[in-house]
Protein backbone atom coordinates (compact mmCIF):
# COMPACT_ATOMS: atom_id res chain seq x y z
CA UNK A 1 0.00 0.00 0.00
CA UNK A 2 1.55 3.49 -1.12
CA UNK A 3 1.15 5.89 2.29
CA UNK A 4 2.08 9.52 2.32
CA UNK A 5 2.29 11.64 5.50
CA UNK A 6 1.56 14.73 5.63
CA UNK A 7 3.38 16.12 8.95
CA UNK A 8 1.82 19.59 10.20
CA UNK A 9 3.91 21.40 12.76
CA UNK A 10 2.52 22.71 15.85
CA UNK A 11 -0.91 21.40 15.66
CA UNK A 12 -2.84 19.61 18.51
CA UNK A 13 -6.79 18.93 19.46
CA UNK A 14 -7.46 21.71 21.12
CA UNK A 15 -11.21 22.08 22.97
CA UNK A 16 -14.30 23.85 21.89
CA UNK A 17 -13.15 27.49 23.17
CA UNK A 18 -12.92 30.72 22.05
CA UNK A 19 -9.36 30.41 21.95
CA UNK A 20 -8.99 27.74 19.51
CA UNK A 21 -9.29 28.98 15.68
CA UNK A 22 -10.00 25.16 14.37
CA UNK A 23 -13.36 25.46 16.54
CA UNK A 24 -14.44 29.14 15.57
CA UNK A 25 -13.54 29.10 12.17
CA UNK A 26 -15.34 27.63 9.26
CA UNK A 27 -13.33 24.12 8.17
CA UNK A 28 -15.14 23.02 5.51
CA UNK A 29 -12.35 20.57 3.78
CA UNK A 30 -11.78 18.98 7.91
CA UNK A 31 -15.55 19.07 8.26
CA UNK A 32 -16.47 17.25 5.14
CA UNK A 33 -13.79 14.31 5.83
CA UNK A 34 -15.26 13.99 10.05
CA UNK A 35 -18.98 13.77 8.97
CA UNK A 36 -19.58 17.71 10.02
CA UNK A 37 -16.56 17.15 12.66
CA UNK A 38 -13.76 20.13 13.37
CA UNK A 39 -10.01 19.05 14.22
CA UNK A 40 -10.79 19.45 18.12
CA UNK A 41 -10.41 16.75 20.88
CA UNK A 42 -14.23 16.08 20.92
CA UNK A 43 -13.19 14.34 17.50
CA UNK A 44 -11.37 11.67 18.70
CA UNK A 45 -11.92 8.34 17.81
CA UNK A 46 -14.90 9.58 14.86
CA UNK A 47 -14.44 6.87 12.28
CA UNK A 48 -16.32 6.78 8.56
CA UNK A 49 -15.92 4.33 5.56
CA UNK A 50 -13.05 6.93 5.00
CA UNK A 51 -11.44 8.07 7.47
CA UNK A 52 -10.58 8.01 11.24
CA UNK A 53 -9.41 10.47 13.81
CA UNK A 54 -6.71 9.40 16.77
CA UNK A 55 -5.18 11.33 19.34
CA UNK A 56 -1.34 11.18 20.08
CA UNK A 57 0.05 11.65 23.32
CA UNK A 58 3.26 14.23 22.47
CA UNK A 59 4.76 14.23 25.93
CA UNK A 60 6.33 11.28 25.98
CA UNK A 61 6.04 10.07 29.76
CA UNK A 62 8.68 13.62 29.92
CA UNK A 63 7.60 16.04 32.27
CA UNK A 64 7.44 19.94 30.41
CA UNK A 65 5.91 21.08 27.04
CA UNK A 66 6.42 19.14 24.22
CA UNK A 67 8.64 20.61 21.93
CA UNK A 68 10.04 20.41 17.90
CA UNK A 69 13.19 18.47 18.18
CA UNK A 70 12.18 15.84 20.32
CA UNK A 71 8.36 15.15 18.82
CA UNK A 72 9.32 15.32 15.54
CA UNK A 73 12.54 12.97 16.26
CA UNK A 74 10.05 10.42 17.52
CA UNK A 75 7.56 10.25 14.77
CA UNK A 76 10.64 10.07 12.43
CA UNK A 77 12.28 7.41 14.55
CA UNK A 78 9.64 5.50 16.20
CA UNK A 79 11.90 6.09 19.35
CA UNK A 80 11.35 8.23 22.44
CA UNK A 81 13.83 11.10 21.86
CA UNK A 82 12.53 13.00 24.71
CA UNK A 83 13.32 10.52 26.81
CA UNK A 84 16.99 9.55 25.65
CA UNK A 85 18.15 12.90 25.99
CA UNK A 86 16.00 13.40 29.13
CA UNK A 87 13.96 16.73 28.56
CA UNK A 88 12.20 18.12 25.48
CA UNK A 89 13.90 19.99 23.20
CA UNK A 90 12.80 22.90 20.98
CA UNK A 91 14.36 23.97 17.82
CA UNK A 92 17.26 22.28 16.05
CA UNK A 93 18.30 18.56 17.27
CA UNK A 94 21.64 18.31 19.50
CA UNK A 95 24.10 15.72 18.40
CA UNK A 96 21.93 13.00 20.56
CA UNK A 97 19.07 13.11 18.17
CA UNK A 98 21.20 13.41 15.18
CA UNK A 99 22.35 10.52 16.09
CA UNK A 100 19.22 9.11 16.58
CA UNK A 101 17.89 10.25 13.32
CA UNK A 102 21.43 8.67 11.52
CA UNK A 103 20.55 5.07 12.68
CA UNK A 104 17.11 5.26 12.67
CA UNK A 105 15.48 7.88 9.87
CA UNK A 106 12.58 6.58 9.11
CA UNK A 107 13.85 6.95 5.56
CA UNK A 108 16.39 5.03 5.92
CA UNK A 109 14.31 1.89 7.83
CA UNK A 110 11.32 2.01 4.81
CA UNK A 111 14.41 1.79 2.35
CA UNK A 112 15.97 -1.03 4.33
CA UNK A 113 12.79 -3.08 3.73
CA UNK A 114 12.65 -2.77 -0.03
CA UNK A 115 10.36 0.91 -0.44
CA UNK A 116 11.27 3.58 -2.13
CA UNK A 117 10.50 7.04 -0.84
CA UNK A 118 10.99 10.86 -0.88
CA UNK A 119 10.92 13.92 0.69
CA UNK A 120 8.43 16.05 -1.72
CA UNK A 121 9.65 19.49 0.04
CA UNK A 122 11.56 21.71 -2.29
CA UNK A 123 14.66 23.82 -0.58
CA UNK A 124 15.64 27.27 -1.62
CA UNK A 125 19.75 27.32 -3.89
CA UNK A 126 21.43 27.85 -0.16
CA UNK A 127 20.42 24.93 0.89
CA UNK A 128 22.47 22.85 -1.89
CA UNK A 129 25.51 24.78 -1.24
CA UNK A 130 25.23 23.34 2.11
CA UNK A 131 24.07 20.54 1.30
CA UNK A 132 27.79 20.12 -1.06
CA UNK A 133 29.44 20.38 2.19
CA UNK A 134 27.51 17.19 3.98
CA UNK A 135 25.21 19.80 6.21
CA UNK A 136 27.70 20.90 8.62
CA UNK A 137 26.82 22.40 12.19
CA UNK A 138 23.02 22.37 14.00
CA UNK A 139 20.83 24.44 11.87
CA UNK A 140 18.96 21.44 10.25
CA UNK A 141 15.40 20.41 11.11
CA UNK A 142 14.63 16.81 12.12
CA UNK A 143 12.70 16.51 8.32
CA UNK A 144 15.81 17.64 6.36
CA UNK A 145 18.21 14.94 8.58
CA UNK A 146 16.03 12.25 8.51
CA UNK A 147 16.08 12.95 4.45
CA UNK A 148 19.80 12.89 3.96
CA UNK A 149 20.88 10.37 6.64
CA UNK A 150 18.26 8.38 4.61
CA UNK A 151 19.93 9.09 1.59
CA UNK A 152 16.76 10.86 -0.30
CA UNK A 153 17.25 13.11 -3.21
CA UNK A 154 16.39 16.78 -2.71
CA UNK A 155 14.46 18.98 -4.59
CA UNK A 156 15.04 22.28 -5.81
CA UNK A 157 12.80 25.07 -7.08
CA UNK A 158 13.03 24.29 -10.14
CA UNK A 159 11.26 20.85 -9.10
CA UNK A 160 8.15 23.56 -8.27
CA UNK A 161 8.76 24.56 -11.60
CA UNK A 162 7.94 21.53 -13.11
CA UNK A 163 5.31 20.56 -10.61
CA UNK A 164 7.80 17.72 -9.13
CA UNK A 165 8.05 18.82 -5.87
CA UNK A 166 6.13 21.25 -2.80
CA UNK A 167 7.47 24.78 -1.11
CA UNK A 168 6.75 24.42 2.99
CA UNK A 169 3.96 26.73 2.64
CA UNK A 170 2.14 24.62 -0.18
CA UNK A 171 1.17 27.96 -2.23
CA UNK A 172 4.64 29.59 -3.10
CA UNK A 173 3.53 32.96 -1.01
CA UNK A 174 6.43 33.14 0.85
CA UNK A 175 8.91 32.20 -1.87
CA UNK A 176 7.82 34.94 -3.84
CA UNK A 177 7.76 37.78 -0.76
CA UNK A 178 11.63 36.37 -0.73
CA UNK A 179 12.03 37.43 -4.63
CA UNK A 180 12.31 34.01 -5.84
CA UNK A 181 10.31 34.06 -9.84
CA UNK A 182 7.76 31.16 -8.20
CA UNK A 183 4.05 31.08 -9.42
CA UNK A 184 1.68 30.95 -6.73
CA UNK A 185 -0.76 28.15 -6.24
CA UNK A 186 -3.84 27.21 -4.51
CA UNK A 187 -4.35 24.76 -1.86
CA UNK A 188 -6.21 22.32 -4.01
CA UNK A 189 -3.39 22.63 -6.51
CA UNK A 190 -0.62 21.49 -4.22
CA UNK A 191 -2.90 18.73 -2.94
CA UNK A 192 -3.25 17.56 -6.59
CA UNK A 193 0.40 18.21 -7.33
CA UNK A 194 1.33 16.11 -4.13
CA UNK A 195 -0.87 13.30 -4.45
CA UNK A 196 0.81 12.91 -8.24
CA UNK A 197 4.48 13.25 -6.73
CA UNK A 198 3.28 10.29 -4.62
CA UNK A 199 2.08 7.99 -7.08
CA UNK A 200 6.17 7.59 -8.20
CA UNK A 201 6.57 6.58 -4.82
CA UNK A 202 5.78 3.57 -1.64
CA UNK A 203 6.67 6.35 0.70
CA UNK A 204 6.19 9.96 0.56
CA UNK A 205 6.45 12.81 3.05
CA UNK A 206 5.57 16.45 3.02
CA UNK A 207 6.13 19.08 6.27
CA UNK A 208 4.32 22.44 6.58
CA UNK A 209 5.40 24.39 9.70
CA UNK A 210 3.93 27.95 9.30
CA UNK A 211 1.37 26.05 11.94
CA UNK A 212 3.66 26.47 14.29
CA UNK A 213 4.87 29.93 13.51
CA UNK A 214 1.25 31.39 13.04
CA UNK A 215 0.54 29.69 16.97
CA UNK A 216 3.62 31.41 18.48
CA UNK A 217 2.42 34.57 17.63
CA UNK A 218 -1.13 33.93 19.14
CA UNK A 219 -2.64 36.12 16.95
CA UNK A 220 -5.89 35.24 15.10
CA UNK A 221 -4.41 37.45 12.02
CA UNK A 222 -1.93 35.04 11.64
CA UNK A 223 -3.69 31.89 12.11
CA UNK A 224 -6.95 32.22 10.00
CA UNK A 225 -4.83 32.69 6.34
CA UNK A 226 -2.78 29.12 7.85
CA UNK A 227 -6.03 27.45 8.76
CA UNK A 228 -7.87 28.22 5.70
CA UNK A 229 -4.72 27.06 3.49
CA UNK A 230 -4.95 23.10 5.32
CA UNK A 231 -8.26 23.02 5.06
CA UNK A 232 -8.39 23.30 1.23
CA UNK A 233 -5.34 21.64 1.46
CA UNK A 234 -6.66 18.36 3.39
CA UNK A 235 -10.07 18.46 1.94
CA UNK A 236 -8.65 18.54 -1.56
CA UNK A 237 -6.43 15.67 -0.87
CA UNK A 238 -9.07 13.99 0.78
CA UNK A 239 -11.99 14.04 -1.98
CA UNK A 240 -9.33 13.66 -4.88
CA UNK A 241 -8.14 9.79 -3.80
CA UNK A 242 -9.83 6.75 -3.27
CA UNK A 243 -9.97 4.74 0.13
CA UNK A 244 -8.02 1.53 -1.35
CA UNK A 245 -5.47 3.84 -3.59
CA UNK A 246 -2.86 4.72 -0.96
CA UNK A 247 -3.04 5.92 2.99
CA UNK A 248 -3.16 9.51 3.88
CA UNK A 249 -1.75 10.45 7.71
CA UNK A 250 -1.95 13.52 9.15
CA UNK A 251 0.15 14.23 11.70
CA UNK A 252 1.77 16.97 14.03
CA UNK A 253 4.85 16.96 16.68
CA UNK A 254 2.99 19.13 19.67
CA UNK A 255 -0.04 21.48 20.49
CA UNK A 256 0.56 25.05 19.70
CA UNK A 257 -2.12 26.49 17.06
CA UNK A 258 -5.05 25.23 18.41
CA UNK A 259 -4.67 27.54 21.63
CA UNK A 260 -4.31 31.23 20.61
CA UNK A 261 -4.55 32.24 24.48
CA UNK A 262 -0.85 31.26 24.69
CA UNK A 263 2.36 31.62 22.68
CA UNK A 264 3.49 28.69 24.13
CA UNK A 265 3.45 25.07 22.84
CA UNK A 266 0.67 22.67 25.14
CA UNK A 267 -0.27 19.66 26.56
CA UNK A 268 -2.96 18.91 24.00
CA UNK A 269 -2.56 15.40 22.01
CA UNK A 270 -1.82 15.87 18.63
CA UNK A 271 -4.06 14.56 15.05
CA UNK A 272 -3.63 11.28 13.64
CA UNK A 273 -5.57 11.59 11.04
CA UNK A 274 -5.78 8.52 8.69
CA UNK A 275 -7.52 8.77 5.11
CA UNK A 276 -7.71 5.08 3.84
CA UNK A 277 -9.45 1.88 3.83
CA UNK A 278 -11.53 1.08 6.54
CA UNK A 279 -9.98 -2.56 6.95
CA UNK A 280 -6.28 -0.59 6.66
CA UNK A 281 -7.38 1.54 9.35
CA UNK A 282 -8.03 -1.37 11.58
CA UNK A 283 -4.87 -2.86 11.46
CA UNK A 284 -3.60 -3.34 15.01
CA UNK A 285 -0.46 -1.02 14.43
CA UNK A 286 -3.06 1.45 13.08
CA UNK A 287 -4.57 2.31 16.95
CA UNK A 288 -1.57 4.74 17.74
CA UNK A 289 -1.46 6.05 21.13
CA UNK A 290 1.90 8.25 20.89
CA UNK A 291 4.40 9.63 18.39
CA UNK A 292 6.72 6.87 18.33
CA UNK A 293 3.61 4.70 17.10
CA UNK A 294 3.58 6.63 13.59
CA UNK A 295 6.46 4.92 12.08
CA UNK A 296 5.35 1.58 13.14
CA UNK A 297 1.68 2.37 11.34
CA UNK A 298 3.61 3.22 8.48
CA UNK A 299 5.47 0.58 7.92
CA UNK A 300 2.52 -1.65 8.58
CA UNK A 301 0.06 0.04 5.83
CA UNK A 302 3.38 -0.62 3.49
CA UNK A 303 3.40 -4.05 4.21
CA UNK A 304 -0.52 -4.32 3.82
CA UNK A 305 -1.01 -5.69 0.57
CA UNK A 306 2.72 -6.51 -0.59
Do not use: W
Not at 5 to 33: C, E, Q, R
Not at 37 to 59: H, M, N, P, R, V
Not at 118 to 146: D, H, I, Q, V
Amino acid sequence: MRVLLIFIDGVGLGKAAGSNPLYYLNTPGIASILGGQQLISDSIGFECDKASLLGLDATLNVPGLPQSATGQAAIFTGENAAALVGEHINGYPEKTIRDLLYDKSLFKRIREKGFNCCFANAYRPAFFEMLELGLPGYTYSCSTLASFFGGLNFFSLDDIRTGGALYMDITNRVLLQMGFDIPIIEPEEGAKRLLEISKDYDFCMFEYFLSDIAGHTANPEEAEPVIETLDRFIGAMASDISSGEALIMFTSDHGNLEDLATREHTYNKVPLLLIGSRALRRLPEMQAQCLTDVLPAIIAALQYDR
